[in-house]
């Protein structure tokens, strides 16, 4: 069998060997197309790919694991290696990836806190069950069993954690050896934080994380390779954006070759991302410093295959340099897949969510409500209803603990909105003194990814509501997933300012990729074929979702529209490309 190691050098098979790699999260690419972005990253010069494997997808919920369809690592790798890759694996517990709480599962916060990414207490525990599950989809995969994986990553950029913790780190590795991980080990670390020293693992290469300065920060990492290779596990070629960013982050390939020259002359290279792909559904991460920043359902990232997967000048800028050093190294681009404009469609009906609340789930008594996590949810939305009695004059409502981002009704019209830091101040609240229904609609809008802040990421309202300084007992907490949209009625109108859902339908006689225009929108969440495409919200930077073709099928297809605002455009449109902006 073939044999990977690392020395002075990484070597295969007694050969020096320099990767040359490239991100692709095969968890937001459809499988349909796995084989498409592979193709096209080793024409662009790469001999590896690279993934993460995130952890809340494969144990939805605690002792449930998940690993068919597009969540099955292991054909994402045959498929690597059939396309000549080999392949880098980063299977620990905690990811980043702009990804919802960092790829930890909601679940551990549905008890007693839980300390994270610890020695301490039962995190360590809850991974060893995990890993049990995990490794035996990756075991079989290593270069030394005739697979294409050739290095596995122990934690994820732990050094900017922020602790100082050796034995988790220790652990971390004995549990991948104990259950069959026999490939050399890496960890990752950016400049910030001391992280190289706090993030590093005895018996692990140490590498590192930048997107500029190449020449500078290998210097820097020198020592920590302890006479190893140097190599940047994350090569940031683009970046990521947040809702409310005046615009796309853009910018051209000439600072991202000059850098790429720079690794390619002291060690090996991973691009970050490669192809970024799409964060589906609720999966969108969040960043929490001076206010929480959620990001865009898009991560295109400004990668050099953009989010529906065509090469960008930023590609061909990369391949030009790649089959300069290394002639032969680049091939030909497999045909592009279609896209297609399937033009405006038309509102087919509207169901309030006031009087769709008993077709969407059963509410939960409380004295005082509680966050999601606590009654077992991990994604969506949930609605908090308290009955206010007549003569209640009302004022000031305060919540003791609130997160991300909440509406308040009274009598099924608006009443506030309240983001972030806002929720910490008392909300004026006027009440007509007849008495009425206060409901309080809560959404998660993406678990923080990064730094020490996803120590308190509890969504919802998770303690006592106060008007006037007096605690509304009695509520009603009703979880709002909208994982089953199915027995909606669209003939319930309700008043147009309020929460609806809105349905559409699209004649699909050949299935191609397109684009949501959502302009005239306001907040919300698509939903095509009973599955959650995306958020959009008309703060931008995106205005428009990428609907890849495996999505529809021939024939009908409904696409949902759930928008919280009162902003319905009435129509929406199908386009044939996404709304990037120009480069800087």
């Keep these: 069998m073939p044999v990977f190691e690392i020395r002075d050098r990484f070597y295969l098979d007694g050969a020096p060997f320099q990767i040359i790699s490239g991100s692709i999260h095969y968890f937001r690419v459809p499988p349909e197309y796995w084989d498409d972005r592979l193709k096209k990253l080793k024409a662009m010069g790469c001999n590896t790919v690279e993934t993460y494997v995130p952890w809340n997808l494969h144990e939805p919920r605690r002792g449930e694991f998940c690993f068919d369809g597009g969540l099955d690592v292991g054909a994402f790798l045959r498929l690597a ?33 839980v300390p994270l990414r610890t020695h301490e207490g039962p995190f360590l525990e809850l991974v060893a069950s995990y890993y049990r599950a995990l490794f035996p989809r990756l075991v079989p995969f290593q270069i030394d069993r005739g697979g294409p994986v050739l290095l596995m990553q122990v934690e994820n950029e732990f050094g900017a954690w922020g602790a100082d ?35 590093s693992c005895p018996g692990a290469l140490a590498t590192i994380n930048f997107g500029s300065g190449a020449a500078e920060k290998l210097e820097v990492l020198r020592p920590y390779a302890k006479g190893g290779p140097l190599m940047v596990t994350e090569f940031w070629v683009g970046w990521f954006d947040a809702w409310g960013d005046g615009e796309h982050h853009r910018t051209g390939p000439e600072g991202v070759v000059r850098d790429l020259e720079q690794i390619l002359d002291r060690g090996s290279v991973n691009f970050y991302m490669f192809h970024g792909g799409t964060s589906f559904g609720w999966m969108n991460g969040a960043n929490d410093y001076e206010r929480l920043t959620p990001d865009v359902t898009s991560y295109d990232y400004d990668a050099p295959l953009s989010e ?46 006031f009087s769709s609340l008993g077709r969407l789930g059963r509410a939960v008594e409380r004295e005082e409500p509680c966050s999601m996590e606590r009654l077992g949810q991990g994604y969506g939305y949930i609605l908090y209803r308290a009955h206010i009695p007549a003569g209640r004059p009302g004022g000031a409502l305060s919540f003791t603990r609130a997160a991300d981002r909440v509406q308040g009704f009274w009598n099924g019209r608006p009443a506030f909105t309240r983001f972030d830091r806002e929720l910490a101040s008392p909300v004026p609240l006027e009440l007509d003194g007849q008495g009425g229904v206060l409901d309080l609609l809560a959404e998660n809008l993406g ?67 397109t684009f949501l225009d959502l302009a005239g929108w306001g907040k919300g969440m698509v939903f095509v074929n009973g599955r959650a495409l995306g958020r ?34 009435g129509a929406i449109a199908l386009l044939d490309g996404p709304d990037l902006g120009p480069e800087k």
């Design 81 to 113: 290696q059939a396309n000549g890759l080999y392949a880098i694996v980063r299977p620990s517990p905690y990811i980043c990836a702009e990804w919802e709480f960092g790829g930890l599962p909601p679940w551990l916060l549905e008890g007693e806190d």
């Design 165 to 199: 913790d050796p034995e988790y780190l220790a652990a971390l590795a004995g549990l991948m050896r104990d259950n069959g991980a026999t490939v050399p080990f890496i960890t990752s670390d950016n400049l910030e934080n001391k992280s190289l020293s706090r993030g």
């Design 308 to 353: 529906d997967g065509r090469p960008t000048e930023k590609y061909f800028a990369i391949q030009g340099l790649l089959e300069r050093r290394s002639p032969g190294s680049t091939g030909p681009l497999p045909a592009p897949l279609p896209r297609r404009a399937y033009g405006e469609l038309r509102c087919r009906g509207r169901a309030d969510l």
């Design 447 to 513: 678990r923080v990814n990064y730094g020490r802040k996803m120590g308190g990421q509890r969504k919802g309202i998770d303690g006592p509501v106060l008007l006037d300084g007096e605690e509304l007992r009695g509520w009603e907490c009703l979880p709002l997933p909208l994982d089953d949209l199915s027995g909606l009625d669209f003939s319930r109108q309700g008043p147009a300012a309020a929460p609806a859902f809105y349905r559409f339908a699209l004649e699909a006689d050949r299935p191609a990729d």
């Design 536 to 569: 959009f919200w008309d703060k931008g930077p995106q205005q428009r979702l990428y609907l890849p073709a495996p999505w529809l099928r021939e024939g009908e297809n409904e696409i949902i529209l759930f928008e919280t605002e009162g902003r319905a455009g």
